[in-house]
Every structure is written in structure tokens, then in C-alpha cells.
């Protein structure tokens, strides 16, 4: 039998960083800048992932879970996919001499900001958990990179003691936009955060607009993340339409309706509407402006969650397991969730419709399907325009569009005005 040679970690980046250059390349996507190429060759992610294959360490699209919480086992700290690193780097436009806050603390992404802003720059890494700033620190020390702050801080605050900052990187999902972050930024500074829109997480890229307090979006990318611990963490209502053991159906209505839980449940047990919208896709078409054009223009808006079993009984049809577009009614008595099917006729193309529940199933189905038509007619593959302004802005004053609004402040989506073709990737 011919003997194969181990791989090393040195030609996994080198690979890692080929199939990435490679798939981005095949879906017509902005590639990574020299620097930020440079940074991913150089820095051995092996470092921060100790004790895993390198098939795992290196896969582009793999986050690794480092921490989860005993008791229920949600993650609460994971070095994330070098493929969302890429995108986030990229979007921070990082510099030689750049001050840099990292919120949450991997060991990984601190490294990489290091060899990007160069001996004459400043890296702050700080997390809420000792247990994680530790495991960080020792990461960096056995690989030897130094030249890295690391700190015990809750993020809301971001971290005044080695602040104005040029850059601020958040690495957990944030419900809103802190004071703290406005304030420790130097004039013409850039913050990249994955925030939550209505329960979608969206790595927002965020310039100073006119007006103290005032932040623009420059670009939305999709991303998933663990949510921000501490002062800013923030848990949607989640009630469930099916309580069975393995079977759970569930709502997540962050930012959305107040909601019958009693006629909803009802409503699932009711037989099923199915219309379709003729607003088809092919396989490796983005969709994901779809999710967030339909967060923004229906008010009854929700994401439908189930466990794997209850498809298997047939209680729905297939979903996104972890949060399905939904619309309530607006007498709460029926919902309609998206589905999907093959297309007639075209190979490699699928079909969006809607499966409604409830006394007017029939109607909100429908209203979904209108909504996904919208979509394809005149949003697809666009991007909201985004401001975030301060919860003290007078309704009035606020632009046009959904208005979210949060602890400190309003997040404003319009679908009239969006962003450029440059940045909806």
C-alpha cells in the first residue's frame, strides 16, 4: 500500500486559504485584500485550537465552540470560521498604526488584527469571562506572539483605559449599539459588529453619520455568532406551538409582535394552506436579502424554530431548523411560515412559497407570498440602507423606513434607499 505523508499545519492555512480564494472566486465574490491574505497565511490558527484535526482547524466555514454554559448548553464563546473572519477584517479596513478594541476574546482574531496593524499598532482583546481571556493569553504565549492586550471587561462598556480606538471589532452578536462604543471611537473611525435585526444576525460595517451619535451602514454581510453576555445581552421572547419532547415548534419574536401563544398552538393543529409565489432561485443564488427584506416590511414578523423531529411527524413541512421566516396575523390567530420546492422544468432552481395556519391561513399565506414576490421583483440581491441613531432622536427626526427601537438607540432599515452594488456582498 502506497504510504501517505501526514499534512502539516503550514500547508492546511496555505490550503485553508486557497479553497477560500477559490469559492469566492466561483461565486463572484469580493476576495480578501493582499494584507488580509497575508495575515491568513501567516497566523497558524493550530495555535488557538489545540488538540483538533487540521481538517477541522482549517476548514473555512467551521467555528469552533470553546465554552458552553452546563446547564443548557448554549455556546457562550467560540474561535469563529476563518471565512467570517476574512469578510469582518476586510470590512474593518485595517491599517498599519491602526488602535484596535477587539470585543471578545479568541486568541485567533487578536492575532491576525496584530499582523495587520503592525508594530506601530494597538490591539485590545477584551471578554467578560476570565476562563476565556485566559485560554486566550495562553494560546498567544505558546505560539509566541506577543504585542497583545488582553482584559476582564463587559463589552457594553468597551474599554476607556487604552481608548480612542480607530477600529472597534465585535466578535458576539449584539442587540444594540452601546454608548460606550460611540464614544471611545476616533473621528472617522469604523465599527464591525454582527447585530440583530428582528432576530436576524446581520456583521454590520458602521461609519460616523451626520450628527453626534449618528452611524451609517456601509455594508451587511451574513454571519452567525454567540450573543453578547453582560450588560448588553438581550434574550427574545420564545414561546412554544409545540411542547412535545423532541418535537418542539417555536416563535422567536425579537423586536416583533406580542403574540396568543393559546390561538397560535391552535392554529398549528389546524390543516395547512400552501401557495406558492412563482419567485424562483438557483442552488447558490444568495437569498438572505430576502429574510431581511421581509423582517422589515411585515409587522407580524417572527422566525419559526423546530426541532428535527417535528419534521419527521410531519407537523411542518422541512424548515430551517434554527429560524424559518414567519408572519402572524394581524389578529394573531394565524401564521404562515416559508417553504420551498423544486422548480418545474429548471434543474438546479427552487421555488418560494408559504404554508399558513389558523382561521386565515389562506390570508396570511398569501400576504407572505405577496412579500416574497416583492422580493424578487424589486429587492433581490440588495441591501437595506441602515442608520443607527440615538433613542433620544424625536420620531420625527428619525429617516423613513422600520424602526427598531432599542435601549440606546433606533435602528432604521430602508428598502427605498440602498446600499451600492459594491457593498451587498
Given at each position: 500500500m502506497p504510504s501517505h505523508t501526514p499534512i502539516t499545519p503550514e500547508q492546511a492555512r496555505q490550503s485553508m486559504v486557497e479553497d477560500l480564494i477559490r469559492e469566492r472566486v466561483g461565486l463572484g465574490m469580493e476576495l480578501p485584500s493582499p494584507r488580509v491574505e497575508s495575515a491568513l497565511r501567516s497566523v497558524p490558527r493550530?495555535?488557538?485550537?489545540?488538540?483538533?484535526?487540521?481538517?477541522?482547524?482549517?476548514?473555512?466555514?467551521?467555528?469552533?465552540?470553546?465554552?458552553?454554559?452546563?446547564?443548557?448548553?448554549?455556546?457562550?464563546?467560540?474561535?469563529?470560521?476563518?471565512?467570517?473572519?476574512?469578510?469582518?477584517?476586510?470590512?474593518a479596513d485595517l491599517r498599519p498604526g491602526h488602535r484596535v478594541l477587539e470585543i471578545g476574546s479568541g486568541g485567533y482574531n487578536a492575532a491576525l488584527i496584530r499582523h495587520l496593524v503592525g508594530e506601530r499598532g494597538q490591539v485590545t482583546s477584551i471578554d467578560i469571562d476570565p476562563e476565556v481571556v485566559d485560554r486566550a493569553t495562553r494560546c498567544l504565549k505558546e505560539a509566541g506572539l506577543e504585542g497583545i492586550h488582553l482584559a476582564v471587561a463587559d463589552g457594553e462598556h468597551g474599554?476607556?483605559?487604552?481608548?480612542?480606538?480607530?477600529?472597534?471589532?465585535?466578535?458576539?452578536?449584539?442587540?444594540?449599539?452601546?454608548?460606550?462604543?460611540?464614544?471611545?471611537?476616533?473621528?472617522?473611525?469604523?465599527?464591525?459588529?454582527?447585530?440583530?435585526?428582528?432576530g436576524l444576525t446581520r456583521c454590520l460595517t458602521l461609519e460616523r453619520g451626520a450628527g453626534a451619535g449618528r452611524w451609517r451602514c456601509v455594508a451587511v454581510d451574513v454571519c452567525g455568532f454567540v450573543r453578547m453576555q453582560g450588560a448588553g445581552e438581550h434574550w427574545e421572547p420564545m414561546p412554544l406551538l409545540h411542547e412535545a419532547e423532541g418535537r418542539q415548534v417555536g416563535l422567536r419574536l425579537e423586536d416583533g409582535p406580542s403574540v396568543d401563544v393559546g390561538a397560535l398552538r391552535a392554529a398549528l393543529a389546524q390543516d395547512p394552506v400552501v401557495l406558492w409565489s412563482s419567485t424562483c432561485v438557483g442552488g447558490m443564488e444568495p437569498t438572505d436579502s430576502q429574510d431581511?427584506?421581509?423582517?422589515?416590511?411585515?409587522?407580524?414578523?417572527?422566525?419559526?424554530?423546530?426541532?428535527?423531529?417535528a419534521v419527521e411527524a410531519g407537523i411542518l413541512r422541512p424548515v430551517v431548523l434554527s429560524g424559518t421566516p414567519a408572519v402572524i396575523s394581524d389578529d394573531g390567530t394565524s401564521f404562515a411560515y416559508r417553504c420551498i420546492r423544486g422548480s418545474d422544468g429548471t434543474e438546479d432552481a427552487y421555488e418560494f412559497g408559504a404554508v399558513g395556519h389558523g382561521p386565515r391561513a389562506r390570508h396570511v399565506?398569501?400576504?407572505?407570498?405577496?412579500?416574497?414576490?416583492?422580493?424578487?421583483?424589486?429587492?433581490?440581491?440588495?441591501?437595506?440602507?441602515?442608520?443607527?441613531?440615538?433613542?433620544?432622536?424625536?420620531?420625527?427626526?428619525?429617516?423613513?423606513?422600520?424602526?427598531?427601537?432599542?435601549?440606546?438607540?433606533?435602528?432604521?432599515?430602508?428598502?427605498t434607499d440602498t446600499l451600492g452594488e459594491k457593498e451587498r456582498h
Open positions: 493550530d495555535a488557538f485550537l489545540p488538540g483538533l484535526p487540521l481538517t477541522e482547524v482549517y476548514d473555512q466555514h467551521q467555528a469552533v465552540v470553546t465554552k458552553c454554559d452546563p446547564e443548557t448548553d448554549v455556546a457562550l464563546s467560540s474561535v469563529s470560521a476563518p471565512s467570517i473572519i476574512a469578510t469582518m477584517l476586510q470590512r474599554y476607556p483605559d487604552r481608548a480612542p480606538y480607530d477600529r472597534v471589532i465585535a466578535t458576539a452578536g449584539a442587540w444594540d449599539f452601546p454608548p460606550a462604543w460611540d464614544a471611545q471611537v476616533a473621528p472617522g473611525g469604523r465599527v464591525v459588529v454582527p447585530m440583530r435585526v428582528r431581511l427584506y421581509m423582517a422589515c416590511a411585515a409587522d407580524g414578523w417572527a422566525l419559526l424554530t423546530a426541532q428535527r423531529g399565506a398569501h400576504a407572505m407570498v405577496e412579500l416574497i414576490s416583492d422580493w424578487g421583483r424589486h429587492h433581490r440581491g440588495r441591501r437595506p440602507k441602515i442608520d443607527i441613531l440615538p433613542a433620544s432622536t424625536p420620531r420625527e427626526a428619525l429617516p423613513s423606513g422600520r424602526v427598531l427601537t432599542k435601549r440606546h438607540t433606533h435602528t432604521v432599515l430602508n428598502w
